[in-house]
């Protein structure tokens, strides 16, 4: 079993539509839980990250994560055609000097 | 500015080359990495330094050799390289803290 696992999709949507991403992770120790957006031919750029299990609000996104269940989401309000990239999930056990276990990400096609 | 710098963008080369990819920060931070992201989009760690110093080193050839002249820079070296060495190279720094990753190096070895 992979330790962090996504669906790579792509998922394609209409414009305005409610996107849900979500990843599941096996390693119980994870606590923090980063969400990264990667564009075509660009670097990861961190997008959002909660602690814990619970809820994080930042605009349109929002970031949730179960722990019990060990699942991750991350929903995008009135999606926009720019919010088409690869989504990708990276749980860390701290946000020390661990280098991050990354999912394989979730390609999103917003369509206008 | 730009906060996590590499050079070059692209790198084409032919196989049993020796070449190197650069990267600086200025973000301040003390640590630093170089993930590897293949064909198929997966981001894997190969190593991270924290103050100059290797603390993660993954099952990487040997071929593939970091430097860490400063906290600010850490150099990938690749000696002998191969067509399974084709791959975006990306570097990225924490401090400790959540990670900031550079636009990337597109390598491309014919």
């Known amino acids: 079993q992979k330790e962090v696992e996504q669906d790579p999709g792509p998922l394609s949507v209409p414009e305005g539509a409610i996107v849900s991403l979500n990843c599941t992770y096996s390693n119980s120790a994870f606590q923090y839980f980063m969400w990264y957006r990667q564009y075509s031919r660009k670097g990861p750029e961190l997008l959002m990250y909660t602690y814990s299990s619970g809820n994080k609000e930042d605009g349109r996104f929002t970031a949730q994560v179960d722990k019990s269940s060990k699942y991750i989401s991350l929903f995008i309000r009135d999606s926009q055609p720019s919010d088409s990239a690869t989504y990708l999930c990276a749980p860390a056990g701290d946000t020390g000097r661990r280098a991050l276990t990354f999912g394989s990400g979730t390609r999103l096609q917003v369509q206008p | 500015d730009t906060a996590v710098s590499q050079t070059p963008k692209y790198l084409v080369t032919q196989m049993g080359n020796d070449k190197s990819i650069k990267c600086e920060q200025n973000l301040g931070h003390d640590t630093m990495y170089w993930y590897k992201q293949d064909s198929k989009k997966f981001l894997k760690i190969m190593f991270s330094y924290n103050n100059k110093e290797l603390i993660i080193n993954e099952t990487v050839p040997n071929r593939f050799s970091p430097k860490s002249p400063d906290k600010a820079h850490l150099n990938l070296h690749i000696n002998s390289l191969e067509l399974g060495d084709s791959a975006v190279y990306f570097c990225?720094?924490?401090?400790?803290?959540?990670?900031?990753f550079g636009a990337g190096t597109r390598l491309s070895v014919l």
């Open positions: 990225a720094s924490s401090s400790p803290g959540l990670q900031y």
